[in-house]
């Protein structure tokens, strides 16, 4: 079997929603060791469509997902964040599609994963960038195609 082109890559995937998730599965599509940390309640995309496969999580997570590792995390706790610090020390991308400051209030901003490892790549997504009016706001797909116009294009005419 051929070796795939980011196989040597480890990524840390802290992710929800789309966006992220994608972003990570893409990398691990092409090879990479992605290691998904979910918060204990889990990922709030794993309930979220209709074909729920296994009684816990959607295809649409399953998807989105695929290739991945998983691991339950409450980095709010002590605990939690050492075993955070540990991956971050070997890992090579972290990803992370939180609103701006979360990972700043987690302990976890560029500054502190750059002293744990300096050569971490540091990936974050948000839908509607790090500042202005609308950065603190949560965004989904959903609330993306909303703001954008896309969904006055889809659907049934007169709702």
């Known amino acids: 079997?051929?070796?795939?082109?980011?196989?040597?890559?480890?990524?840390?995937?802290?992710?929800?929603?789309?966006?992220?998730?994608?972003?990570?599965?893409?990398?691990?599509d092409m090879g990479a060791n992605v290691i998904k940390v979910e918060r204990q309640a889990g990922d709030w995309s794993r309930p979220t469509d209709h074909f729920n496969v296994d009684g816990e999580a959607s295809a649409n997570f399953i998807a989105l997902n695929r290739n991945k590792r998983d691991i339950g995390l409450d980095?709010?706790?002590?605990s939690g964040k050492r075993i955070l610090e540990r991956l971050i020390v070997r890992s090579d991308v972290l990803v992370s599609n939180f609103r701006p400051g979360v990972m700043d209030k987690l302990?976890?901003?560029y500054a502190r994963c750059h002293e744990l490892n300096e050569r971490l790549v540091y990936c974050t997504i948000s839908g509607f960038g790090q500042d202005g009016s609308y950065a603190q706001n949560?965004?989904?797909?959903t609330i993306i195609q909303a703001m954008s116009g896309v969904m006055s294009l889809v659907g049934e005419i007169g709702g």
Not at 3 to 13: F, G, Y
Not at 75 to 78: F, G, I, T
Not at 138 to 141: F, L, W, Y
């Open 1 to 28: 079997m051929q070796e795939r082109i980011l196989s040597k890559i480890t990524v840390i995937d802290m992710t929800e929603g789309v966006a992220g998730p994608y972003a990570a599965m893409a990398l691990s």
């Open 138 to 141: 949560p965004a989904s797909d």
């Open 75 to 78: 980095v709010s706790q002590a």
């Open 107 to 109: 302990g976890f901003d």
